[in-house]
């Protein structure tokens, strides 16, 4: 079992795909909705938040839903939501029935979005500032758009 493990890991280490530096500026930069659904992330929403709003790509909103948390996220995302505009601050609705927790928070943030393209993450991770001109770049190199 270790064996397969480090195998798959070292595999993956090698294989997966490096995003490289952006080599120039983007001609035309497609928006980018950011959807982040959070239910009782408290200890990192803000860390998460503060990090894609620190970018440095010129197109982006960062739509953050507030899942029915009984701690204070909607309240951290709310405050932030006031100190910067690309940030959107939804709380959940009622789930209907038939749909799960996570899906429909991330298909509430989909209905507000406006993006070109839509990236989907959780509450926790703290991006880099090049993260979204990264990706982006690299999705068009790749003929991936």
Not at 81 to 103: H, N, T, Y
Not at 110 to 139: E, N, R, W, Y
Request: glycine share 6%.
């Amino acid at each position: 079992m270790i064996v397969s493990v480090i195998v798959y890991l070292t595999a993956n280490m090698i294989y997966l795909v490096r995003l490289e530096p952006v080599t120039g500026k983007l001609d035309d930069p497609p928006m980018v909705s950011v959807c982040v659904p959070a239910r009782d992330e408290e200890r990192g929403i803000a860390a998460c938040l503060e990090s894609l709003l620190a970018q440095d790509y010129p197109r982006f909103e960062v739509i953050a839903v507030n899942d029915h948390s009984s701690d204070r996220t909607g309240e951290l995302i709310r405050e932030l939501a006031e100190k910067d505009s690309r940030l959107i601050a939804l709380d959940g609705k009622d789930l209907p029935q038939g749909w799960l927790g996570k899906p429909f928070a991330l298909h509430q943030a989909f209905q507000k979005s406006k993006g070109d393209i839509l990236l989907f993450t959780d509450a926790d991770p703290v991006f880099k500032p090049h993260a979204l001109s990264k990706a982006i770049s690299t999705m068009r190199e790749k003929g991936l758009d």
